[in-house]
């Protein structure tokens, strides 16, 4: 089931071309293994190497009638190749080739997942340090809490998805193994030795020991992991939507000029991919679900993870791809308010420098409890009339006998509440002058200089 925004490369991968090349590769390795060890005529070997073939139309006309798609796809080929198709499938069971065959296609659609995530670290990076002194209000809880940088949020991005890279590539390792050990993992019929010689022909590994399938808690963990990346996705639009909020302005999705946001509202500008992101990560991590439930099936197989998978996986695949690359543009794109920023951290006339003040009562020898009665008796007052925070401190000789102006004054001050970034992107970037080199070198358009 392939969503209709599917891009052509991962469209191809699902389709129902690719996955029966997939299979004819994998049944033209096992022959040609199997004619190596002396199990099959090398002549037919090479007979079905040469005239193996297929039509998917065929293909779906006799599985109508026999209702088994691997005996579909064998009758079909062998009404192809001809007397020599009897060595065809020789040895093998359907979910030797359908198993193994899909341990290549999601080898396939995760090399363009591995690419997608690679963009989205680079245009994160390149976005942090843009705007890594760009001052703007830290929240907790949805309320101004301390002074952050734009760049700081961006750098933390960056950082999840490169652990999202990290994850992921174990997860699409772990993914990269074939079997061929027959009807209940036993190897009645071929051996290990011909399993793993298979495998290393078709670039994947001989599972250490299967059922008749590949066991699932491999795809639970791969598509539990792409759950995880849409979650990021998920938090960054998130994030991203609430700056758009009219009463923040901080941050915006990029709006063309023929663009509409509402049909009643001609003002509207809306975060619609926000929120399509937002909304499209609840079916990845509802898929995942899905595949968690696939780890259990009876005995050495049953069937009920076959009709799940086949929407999970090239849903879940397609669909991060596709958040994937949305993200990026939508991060590459968006404009960036750096005076709405200020004048919002300014919003509260200085109550988020309530903590240093409180931590310099402490260090001259006022208790914590009276220390912060001291701070929030100011601070409620300054909510609830709308006055000068750091006015009403300045004015509390109770403050003033205990700490010097200067150190008042210095609480305040907003370079020392970020001294600390330079560090902190020390430390997630591991070269910090290339990445700057980067981010001023890089052609950008101007629509994402625009200020307000």
């Known amino acids: 089931m392939i969503p209709r925004y599917t ?36 002549p037919a070997a090479k007979s079905i190497r040469e005239r193996a073939d297929f039509s998917v139309e065929r293909i779906h006309e006799i599985e109508a009638e026999v209702r088994h798609d691997v ?3 064998t009758t079909a080929v062998a009404e192809i190749v001809g007397p020599d198709a009897r060595w065809f499938h020789y040895g093998l069971t359907s979910n030797d080739v359908v198993d193994t065959a899909q341990a290549l296609l999601i080898k396939q659609a995760s090399s363009l997942i591995a690419q997608d995530l690679a ?42 998805t490169q652990r999202n890279i990290a994850r992921f590539k174990a997860a699409a390792e772990d993914l990269r193994v074939g079997k061929f050990s027959g009807a209940v993992g036993i190897f009645a019929h071929l051996t290990p030795e011909i399993e793993e010689q298979i495998c290393a ?33 998920d938090k960054i639009a998130t994030e991203i939507r609430h700056l758009q909020r009219t009463e923040v302005r901080e941050a915006e999705e990029f709006f063309t000029e023929k663009q509409k946001g509402s049909s009643a509202m001609p003002h509207k500008r809306n975060p619609v991919t926000s929120e399509q992101i937002s909304g499209l990560a609840r079916v990845v991590r509802g898929n995942a679900q899905a595949g968690f439930e696939n780890v259990a099936l009876w005995h050495e197989r049953d069937i009920s993870h076959s009709s799940t998978e086949r929407v ?9 791809d596709y958040l994937l690359s949305k993200t990026a543009n939508l991060i590459e794109t968006m404009f960036v308010y750096p005076k709405r920023m200020m004048a919002n951290l300014e919003s509260t006339h200085g109550l988020i420098f309530s903590g240093q003040l409180l931590l310099d009562l402490v260090e001259h020898g006022v208790s914590r409890e009276d220390a912060y009665r001291l701070v929030q008796a100011h601070a409620m007052r300054a909510w609830k009339e709308g006055l000068d925070f750091h006015q009403l401190v300045l004015a509390d000789k109770e403050i003033t006998e205990k700490v010097p102006r200067k150190q008042i004054e210095y609480a305040f001050d907003l370079p020392r509440q970020l001294k600390s970034v330079d560090k902190i992107f020390a430390r997630v970037f591991p070269n910090p002058a290339a990445s700057r080199t980067k981010s001023t070198s890089h052609p950008r358009s101007t629509r994402t200089r625009n200020r307000r």
């Open 312 to 320: 999970i996986l090239p849903d879940s695949t397609t669909l991060v």
């Open 7 to 42: 891009r052509p490369e991962m469209g191809r991968i699902w389709s129902d071309e690719n996955r029966f090349r997939t299979w004819l590769a994998v049944e033209v390795a096992a022959t040609e293994t199997l004619a190596e060890a002396g199990m099959v005529p090398k």
């Open 201 to 233: 022909r078709l670039g994947l590994k001989a599972a250490a020991v299967s059922s008749q399938v590949i066991q699932r808690d491999r795809h639970a963990h791969y598509l539990s992991t792409l759950a995880v990346i849409a979650s990021t996705l």
């Open 71 to 73: 005996i579909a796809f």
């Open 119 to 160: 963009r989205l670290a680079e245009v994160l990076e390149r976005r942090a340090w843009e705007f890594k002194d760009t001052p703007m209000v830290g929240r907790t809880h949805g309320i101004h809490a301390e002074p952050i940088t734009f760049g700081f949020k961006l750098a933390n991005w960056y950082s999840e």
